[in-house]
């Protein structure tokens, strides 16, 4: 994530509710918009663990609280488990559970291999449901109960070219919350979020192209989201404001995208 993306995270956080003495884990917390969610809930007191495959150079730090790292492969079933455990372990509890490790290169679907479809489809669906059960468990045994938030992409019902699993598998975790903001309720609160088109370290690779005034243009807040933006939907959902809120999507993706005949039809979109 860019150093520019810090201070708007810890902006929301500061005009935001407080979550001093919450212990919160944020899977793919390292980077990119894992790592925005990671600085805003430190910002707002909260004690944050943030997991990934290899430990970063750097781990997300913000209001004089540093995030701490465990390392694991969310998806693989028994690694998930074991990640929680060490979380309840240390801390004693476990408040917020924010599941956004995710995404996919490019791969078109005539040539791609079954396996990379499989990898796909378990780091952006099986995982988040691999890392929640055992999370539930340990808040339903908690007086105060707890929040589990599926960070999704608006490719759920939107496709992309070269992004088939990619899309089913966001597609599926939007049901997998609403099914378990079902089932767990009332104790744990459980919520889903659409990020639109987004501008992030991860994404630098081209993956919108080389244009990013083109891509703002056809959004109707003219710009992508930024992790801050991602962050501050977070910090909401998992607060009292939201207490009665549970099985819900909210679509952080600025308007969504103009239509395509709209955009071919106004080459030069009027700002």
């Known amino acids: 994530m860019e150093q520019a993306d810090v201070a708007p995270a810890v902006a929301a956080a500061g005009a935001g509710p407080r979550y001093d003495g919450a212990v919160v884990l944020v899977t793919g917390g390292t980077r990119g918009i894992g790592r ?11 004690d944050v663990v943030v997991c990934g495959r290899k430990e970063p150079d750097e781990l997300p730090a913000a209001g004089g609280r540093t995030a701490s790292f465990l390392a694991a492969d969310v998806r693989d079933a028994a690694a998930a488990r074991q990640l929680v455990d060490a979380v309840a372990e240390r801390h004693g509890r476990l408040d917020v559970l924010v599941n956004n490790a995710g995404g996919a290169p490019v791969a078109e679907s005539a040539t791609v291999s079954p396996r990379f479809f499989e990898r796909v489809v378990a780091l952006n669906l099986l995982a988040a449901f691999y890392v929640s059960q055992p999370a539930n468990a340990v808040m339903q045994a908690q007086d105060s ?21 990619y899309a089913s598998a966001k597609a599926g975790l939007l049901m997998l919350s609403r099914s378990l903001a079902l089932e767990w309720a009332p104790k744990v609160r459980v919520n889903h979020i659409t990020v639109g088109l987004a501008n992030t370290d991860v994404d630098a690779g081209g993956h919108y192209g080389s244009s990013t005034a083109a ?4 959004i109707p807040m003219r710009r992508a989201a930024a992790p801050a933006d ?17 099985g819900a999507d909210l ?9 395509g005949w709209y955009v071919a039809s106004h080459p030069a979109t009027p700002e």
């Open 215 to 218: 891509i703002d243009a056809v």
């Open 230 to 246: 991602v962050a501050a939907a977070c910090l909401y959902l998992s607060s009292p404001l939201a207490a009665y809120v549970t």
């Open 251 to 259: 679509d952080v993706h600025g308007g969504g995208e103009l239509p």
């Open 36 to 46: 925005s969610i990671a600085l805003a809930y430190l910002a707002a007191g909260a």
């Open 145 to 165: 109960g707890g929040v589990i938030i599926n960070i999704g992409s608006i490719n759920r019902r939107q496709p992309a070219p070269g992004a088939a699993a």
